[in-house]
């Protein structure tokens, strides 16, 4: 199918920022922030934050690639800005090391009408300038209250997500095989092919009224989306997402997480995510 070209003043426009034209017919755009200071090894670095877009032409309109370099307790608000407007997240990883405040680059990825997608891109702007107006140094903790010692029902927990739990030194740790596709359908991802970690690793600490959950999930990128929509409206934080390979579409992920509620919330939470992504199959 024949693409179109880009409209370099509209997406300007919507991105408060004029774009470069690359061979091919993509629009390119770096957008800096400059109140932040970002230490690295106690020495000042200037430009460490930015932001990175990728404009191409494409079949539904444009698709949309880009990078963000986040202080910590931005990276939750600015993926919600983004699955709100249909743009995935692909990537999260540490930017420096010794770095203070700590900075990590979140990853995007997204398709449709380019005018939305630029909206979505300028949404960040917001969000950060939201974050700091907030707080002008980035919090040091996720939202809600910490875990508080106490005891934790492993049989409940295990229970919701049909599995038997383990308790060791007051954790509870639980995980979940990866089914096999019953589908059979043309295009599914070959079982050869699944990596053999299990879908889901968790650890839960704290008391069943005040708990955290920390583990990770190992998802195709078809899973990917619907799993981080599910665990983000259950106000479980990404905190890493990584390539376990390099198959491109076929490939597999490594989605870590943490989150803070009621240990029954919490599983409740990581159900719903499972459930988001036996849906996306």
């Known amino acids: 199918m024949a693409t179109s070209a880009l409209d370099a003043q509209l997406l300007g426009e919507r991105l408060g920022t004029a774009l470069s034209a690359l061979p091919g017919g993509a629009l390119v755009a770096t957008l800096p922030r400059t109140l932040v200071t970002v230490n690295v090894e106690a020495i000042p670095i200037s430009g460490a934050l930015n932001t990175e877009l990728s404009f191409r032409p494409a079949a539904q309109g444009a698709a949309l690639s880009g990078s963000v370099e986040l202080l910590e307790d931005?990276?939750?608000?600015?993926?919600?800005?983004?699955?709100?407007?249909?743009?995935?997240?692909?990537?999260?990883?540490n930017r420096f090391l010794y770095d203070e405040p700590r900075v990590l680059v979140l990853r995007f990825e997204g398709q449709g009408m380019p005018?939305?997608?630029a909206s979505g891109a300028q949404s960040i702007g917001s969000v950060l300038r939201d974050a700091r107006l907030r707080s002008s140094k980035p919090l040091r903790e996720l939202p809600g209250d910490a875990p508080q010692a106490g005891t934790l029902d492993a049989a409940a927990l295990?229970?919701?997500?049909?599995?038997?739990?383990?308790?060791?030194?007051?954790?509870?740790a639980l995980e979940v095989p990866?089914?096999?596709?019953?589908?059979g359908t043309p295009g599914a991802i070959?079982?050869?092919?699944?990596?053999?970690?299990?879908?889901?690793?968790?650890?839960?600490?704290?008391?069943?009224?005040?708990?955290?959950?920390?583990?990770?999930f190992v998802l195709s990128a078809k899973e990917l989306l619907p799993v981080l929509r599910a665990l983000r409206s259950s106000n479980v934080h990404l905190v890493g997402l990584v390539p376990r390979d390099m198959r491109g579409d076929a490939g597999w992920f490594s989605l870590?997480?943490?989150?803070?509620?009621?240990?029954?919330?919490?599983?409740?939470?990581?159900?719903q995510a499972l459930q988001a992504r036996t849906a996306a199959r």
């Open 158 to 172: 295990g229970g919701v997500l049909g599995v038997t739990a383990s308790t060791r030194d007051g954790e509870v």
């Open 74 to 93: 931005e990276v939750s608000p600015v993926i919600d800005t983004l699955l709100a407007h249909g743009i995935g997240v692909v990537g999260l990883y």
């Open 190 to 216: 070959a079982p050869l092919l699944a990596p053999e970690a299990p879908l889901l690793r968790a650890s839960f600490s704290g008391s069943d009224l005040r708990a955290a959950v920390s583990g990770t």
């Open 178 to 183: 990866r089914p096999a596709d019953p589908t």
């Open 115 to 117: 005018a939305l997608l």
């Open 256 to 271: 870590h997480f943490r989150g803070k509620n009621t240990s029954l919330g919490l599983v409740r939470g990581l159900d």
